[in-house]
């Protein structure tokens, strides 16, 4: 009897396969990271990281506000319809968030008036402002590929520890990082599910892919700026 092969690709998820793509150039950013903990500088390098940190996050809910300001524009499009939603619950989530790196910049003796009068580095720019350009002249859900760079991938408690160790700075120095460190992951959970109910078109998938893949390519090399300033 002629044995029948089953040649159906298997099926992927959304989720899954934005995933395999930030895998594609995740391990570039995870060696700056591990660069960053292991470095004998940490002590001076940890402040700086934080400034870096804030300069990204001080955009997130704005950003996000666009993106939902863009896809109720799109009443008939089922994925800004979808989309409209995640950002309704998800932006009050992440409100403050800024604040709390201030806090933390405080407690180890840097005042937030300080911070907010630097000036954010360019590839910091380019890594916020592509997803302004995206959301607002393609389409907005490119902008959950950004989400899920930061979101998927939260640090974990052992580097934290590790990293407060070599430091020498007290626990209220890291409140913002181990706060994302339990809440990223369930946050990521909800993303994973926004992702697999979507009905995304080819360009919205690369469009996504392409959000994902520069924002890991843009931290990366934010990371490795903050390296040789050290």
Do not use: C
Not at 33 to 60: K, N
Not at 114 to 122: D, E, G, H, I, K
Not at 166 to 182: M, S
């Amino acid at each position: 009897m002629k044995r029948i092969v089953d040649t159906t690709p298997p099926v992927t998820t959304e989720s899954r396969r934005l995933r395999g793509k930030l895998e594609l150039v995740l391990p570039a950013l995870l060696a700056t990271g591990r660069r960053l903990i292991s470095h004998p500088g940490l002590h001076a390098i940890y402040p700086e990281f934080l400034v870096m940190t804030h300069g990204i996050i001080r955009a997130s809910v704005r950003l996000m506000e666009t993106a939902l300001t863009t896809a109720r524009t799109l009443p008939d499009d089922q994925v800004a319809v979808l989309l409209a939603g995640y950002l309704e619950h998800h932006i009050p989530e992440e409100r403050g968030h800024d604040d709390w790196l201030l806090t933390d910049l405080e407690s180890i003796g840097v005042p937030r008036e300080q911070v907010l009068s630097r000036v954010p580095s360019p590839t910091i720019a380019a890594l916020v402002g592509s997803q302004y350009y995206w959301v607002q002249h393609v389409h907005p859900v490119g902008l959950l590929g950004y989400i899920a760079m930061f979101e998927g991938y939260p640090p974990t408690r052992q580097d934290i520890d590790r990293v407060q160790a070599a430091t020498g700075y007290g626990p209220e120095a890291f409140r913002t990082l181990l706060l994302h460190a339990d809440l990223d992951p369930h946050h990521g959970d909800n993303l994973d599910d926004l992702l697999d109910s979507l009905q995304l078109t080819e360009q919205q998938r690369t469009l996504m892919g392409l959000s994902a893949i520069s924002s890991v390519q843009l931290v990366t090399q934010a990371r490795q700026e903050l390296l040789d300033r050290f």
